[in-house]
């Protein structure tokens, strides 16, 4: 476990590193954790059921080696931060 000094993207430096290790499909899905969305709301954005979200999580908790869908959010919000644009919701939903 991390320390709690020091910025975050030094605190989430190792899973930050891993990001690029996630399919397409999961850096949607985690774009979509780090902007705080439910199971239920990432699945009615992607047009995907809530059991492939829930895959799309497991896969995403495996590759960055995190232990909870909150850190994984955490760590998409830093990646976010750290590289705007670069993890993003699809174009093609709306908040409406």
Known sequence: MHSDSGPASV?????LAR???LSGREKQVF???GAGHSNRGIATRLD?????VKAHVANILV???VESRLQAGLV??????MY???VSEPSSVSDN
Do not use: F, I
């Open 84 to 86: 705007e644009g670069t």
């Open 19 to 21: 990001v690029g290790a």
């Open 63 to 65: 590759k960055l080696q």
């Open 48 to 52: 995907v059921t809530e059991r492939t």
């Open 11 to 15: 605190r989430w430096q190792t899973e």
């Open 76 to 81: 998409a919000q830093v990646y976010e931060s």
């Open 31 to 33: 774009a979509l954790l």
